[in-house]
């Protein structure tokens, strides 16, 4: 019996694995469930949320920064969070928005694209990989319309293009190519200011570091749920560059050097706003 099981799956295995969750075992899927108690958009449950991303473009590669704060109301939830990860040797994603959720939906494309790989022997395109993270944001949209959105920045190297790119989602799966720079979270708006004002075309990685650094302070300025580097708890952002070579993970004392740097500065300019 377990080997007639095991010979169907196998029958009827595609290179999505997301697919196959969704024929087989739907109720294994992130977004395959249902809020309990009637809750909706007016009266949303408390959970702790995500925020804020920062992505650009620097001569060579792209960078994705995200600080490491969660709330819930306005409560901090986490002040360790994590919301930039590895899709796979050449792409990284950030989260924004509901942090279980939005975890859960990062661990799952990590396996669709493993699993692509492992059935067709070949990466999938970085287009292919931004269209795939789309159709799974686009299945969570029943939860997104009662108040549990996910939102995610996606950047990779193109290796056949031989550039950095960047992409952004919407609520339904709307996918877009940006380009130089994006922001996404509830202090977005002032990551974006600093954003336009600090980035130019051709930053090497280490200058586009301090961009990050410098962009995510300022968001964590005037953004309560927004966390700037804590000098205290040694909490630093999570940064990750993307290039020819792969996805590197910047190691802690460069984004402590970067910070201190960021905060050095503005203390000398003794600057109130």
Known sequence: ???????????????????HLQRDRPELLPFSRSLQGGASVAAPVQVPHATTIVAMSYGGGVLLAGDRRATMGNVIASRHIEKVF????????????TAGIAIDLTRLFQVELEHYEKIEGTQLSLEGKANRLGAMIRGNLPLALQGLAVVPLFAGFDTSAGVGRLFSYDVTGGRYEEHEHHTVGSGSVFARGALKKLWRPNLTAEQALSVAVESLYDAADDDSATGGPD???????????????GARRVPEPELAAASRSVIEARTIAGREA
Do not use: C, K
């Open 1 to 19: 019996m377990q080997e007639s099981t095991a010979n169907q799956v196998a029958a009827n295995a595609t290179s999505s694995f997301t697919e």
């Open 86 to 97: 590895p899709a796979d040797h050449f792409s990284v994603l950030g989260i924004a928005g």
């Open 231 to 245: 000098t205290v708890r040694q909490l630093w952002p999570v940064v990750y560059t993307v290039d020819r070579t």
